[in-house]
């Protein structure tokens, strides 16, 4: 399945500074479609390279990162349920920031 996968407000540095992903995923064994619970171990497994606790918590985002799936906040779809189809487009981003 292709995706688009965009990484911003710091969360591209666990991902060697790449803003933007073009992938491909495959379905988990078993599975009919794909859904965040599975992408997010995805991306853990081969996206993030550095420090990936900055990222994920559990099987989830840590809090502070936004996600939005073609522009609707995941929280409005189902978050770890939210089915995510082919060309998808999925956006991280930290809302944490120094100051």
Do not use: Y
């Not at 969360?11 to 599975?38: F, Q, R, T, W, Y």
Request: with cysteine; net charge negative.
């Amino acid at each position: 399945m292709q995706l688009t996968l965009e990484f911003g407000g710091g969360l591209e540095l666990l991902c060697e500074s790449v803003k933007i992903h073009k992938v491909n995923v495959d379905l988990p064994d078993g599975a009919d479609n794909l859904n965040m619970k599975h992408l997010l171990s995805w991306v853990r497994t081969n996206l993030i390279k550095e420090r990936p606790e900055m990222f994920i918590k559990g099987d989830t985002v840590r809090p502070g990162v936004l996600v939005l799936v073609n522009d609707c906040d995941w929280e409005l779809s189902g978050q770890l349920d939210t089915t995510i189809e082919e060309k998808d487009v999925v956006v991280f981003i930290s809302t944490l920031h120094g100051g």
